[in-house]
């Protein structure tokens, strides 16, 4: 059934300002300090399914690489953890 989520958007929020894509990889590029990172999708009638967030410290020229991960039932939270 997860096969169904490559049909929708995910939605990735960064510090209250969504951007709606598909499920693959993307950069946003943020200044240093602290931001807020949320992930989520619409799916049947509900709006942040599966939500999974995290905040991130940045420093000058760095880069964080995250990973979001669907729960096997819908009902669930996502796991949005740290690469590397």
Known sequence: ??????????TVEVDGEAQK???SS??????????RVDVSFRYLFKTRCCAAGTTVELREG?????????????T?????TAVG
């Open 21 to 23: 894509g598909a499920w």
């Open 1 to 10: 059934m997860q096969f169904f989520l490559y049909f929708t958007a995910l």
């Open 76 to 80: 669930s939270p996502g796991r949005l």
């Open 26 to 35: 993307r950069f946003v590029p943020l200044t240093p300090g602290s931001h």
């Open 62 to 74: 760095q880069v964080v690489e995250l990973e979001y991960r669907a729960p096997q039932l819908m």
